[in-house]
Structure formats: C-alpha cells, structure tokens
C-alpha cells in the first residue's frame, strides 16, 4: 500500500473581513475590505497535507459556479488529485464568513451548500488505495461514519478531526485510530471541562475509554498533548509545547496540525514526534493572514524544529 492520503471533507470559499473587535448582538461595525480566500476544513487539511509532501486525494462536492471554478483550480495548483470532486448542480458552493479582530482570534460561519450532499457513493474505490483517510464533520455524519467504517474494514488508518463540535456515538468512537480533537471538541465527547493540560489528559483517557486509539488534544498556544496505547498495551501520554510566535490569524492553525500531523505520521515519525511537528506546522500558520496561504512547507517546519533543538 502506497502512502496516499485521502481526505473526504469540505470545500468552501471564506470570505474574510478583519475588525477592531467582534460585533454584539444587533450592532453593526465597519471592517476592512473582505478577502475572498480558498478554505473549507477538507480542504485546508488536504493542503496542508500536499504542502508538506503529501500525496492527496480530495473527495468532496463545489456547485456548478464561479467559486467552484476557483476552489478546484486551487486544489490543482497544489498537486491534489481533484478526480473525485463532483460538480453539483442542485446546490451552491459552501461558504465560509469569517471575521478577524485584533488579536487574531475568529468567528466563522459556515453555509454548507455542496458539502451537505458529499454522499458515501461519492468515495468510490480511492480509500483502498490509501494509507490513511482523513476525515472532519462539515459534511453529513452519515458520510463521515460509513467512510471510517469502510477504512476501518479495509485496514485505512482513519484520523478524524471532531470539528465543528458534535457529540459522536462509541460506535463511530471505536473506528478511530487517531482521534485530533481541540479544548472545546474534547469537553463535548469527554464530558471532561478542558481548561488545562491536566484536564486535556483526563478528557484523553476518557476518549482512550470509549474506543478511539490515540487521541491528540490540541491546546492553541499551549500546544498539544497526546495519548495512546503501545504494542504492549501500555498508555503512552505526554505534553508536547508550541514555538512561540507573533499571532497575525488563526484561521486554519488546527487544519494546519492535522495534515501535519498525518504526513509526519505515514513519515514514521511516531507519536510523539508526529505531534512535535504538527505543532510547529501549526505555530507557523498562525504567523500569516488566511488558511491554505498561510501554511508552511516542510523546510519551513524543520528549520524552527532545529532552531527549538
């Protein structure tokens, strides 16, 4: 079996405005003028995968439209085979509106469109190809679910990204074999508050418990902590830190780490070392204004890997 990653998951144009502050509840407030930008979780994650050197496969749907044309072209650009996006012609191209404040921090909308029509009859035989399929939840858990089991059955590593925040059956749980997660993702499913590191371990041994394998708990700034279980069976767990960098967006730092962290892993970096990664692939997005523009190349992560060394 190859090292090709298949990704079934979003496609969406975000439209992004950055404001001095967000706005309250019925208040209107000027912006800058808004950027129209290549995104959906899919797709930032399939990127930032091939970015890296990955080879990518995208399963997903765009409409019969103008950001549809784009969101292609873009995946093209990038070397990701695009031969399993379908063009729908009952729905519009998923958006995204996305507001920035002056601290980096976001708000995002999300108007599925074609991404709420991504079906299990859209996979064809790509998943048995591949070493591993990345999966996120803006698109229907229907798919998602069947896509995992279908890998699951096919011995595909499956690596989810429980995003945006769902609650999510011990059947689906147990399909898993890495399970990537952020501090609110992993309070949902754990039933854990997750304001620490402290917390972020017991939410992962809670999730160990329910049947996903390893689990990754991203922390922001913070970085990552990781839990799983050795060949012997034993739990293996530690707190990998993030570089420390000037924020300028956040937008598609956790995208960033999962494709990072997935290319490191079918590298055979391991665990541990797979998360060290995706940390400093994700610290780097946050140093550029927009998602898939801002993700870093390989050279770029294991230069400031060395610089931490």
Same mark, same amino acid.
């Given at each position: 079996?190859?090292?090709? &990653? ?33 995104? =959906? ?9 091939? $970015?890296?050197?990955?080879?990518? $496969?995208? /399963? ?59 079906? &299990? ?58 399970? &990537? ?18 917390? #972020?371990?017991? #939410? ?30 034993? /739990? ?34 391991? /665990? ?17 204004? =927009? ?12 230069? &400031? ?5």
């Amino acid at each position: 079996m190859s090292d090709n &990653i298949c990704v079934v998951g979003s496609l969406n144009m975000d439209i992004v405005v950055k404001v001095e502050r967000r706005p309250r509840a019925g208040e209107t407030i000027k912006g800058s003028d808004y950027l129209s930008l290549p995104g =959906g979780k899919g797709a930032n994650q399939a990127i930032a995968a091939a $970015t890296l050197g990955g080879k990518v $496969t995208m /399963i997903s749907r765009v409409g019969n439209d103008a950001f549809g044309n784009v969101l292609l072209e873009n995946l093209e650009e990038r070397g990701i085979d695009t031969s399993y996006v379908i063009r729908d012609d009952l729905a519009p191209t998923g958006a995204a509106f996305i507001t920035i404040d002056n601290s980096g921090e976001n708000s995002i909308i999300i108007s599925p469109g074609a991404n709420g029509r991504v079906s &299990i009859e859209d996979v064809g035989d790509i998943i048995a190809k591949s070493s591993a399929v990345i999966l996120q939840l803006e698109i229907p858990f229907d798919t998602v679910f069947k896509s995992a089991k279908l890998a699951s059955e096919l011995g595909v590593q499956v690596i989810v990204n429980a995003a945006p925040a769902m609650e999510l059956p011990d059947e689906f749980l147990k399909l898993i074999d890495v399970l &990537i997660v952020n501090e609110t993702e992993a309070s949902l499913l754990s039933d854990v508050e997750v304001l620490n590191i402290q917390d #972020a371990f017991l #939410a992962a041994h809670s999730l160990n418990k329910k049947g996903a394998h390893t689990i990754i708990v991203t922390m922001g700034a913070e970085g990552a902590v990781f839990l799983y279980k050795d060949s012997k069976g034993s /739990i293996i767990q530690g707190h990998q830190k993030a570089p420390e960098v000037k924020v300028t967006d956040t937008t598609g730092a956790g995208d960033t780490f999962v494709g990072a962290f997935v290319t490191a892993m079918l590298k055979g970096m391991g /665990i541990p070392v797979s998360t060290q990664y995706a940390c400093a692939a994700g610290a780097l997005a946050v140093t550029k204004l =927009g998602a898939q523009s801002a993700m870093p190349k390989h050279e770029e992560v294991m230069n &400031i890997l060395s610089q931490l060394r």
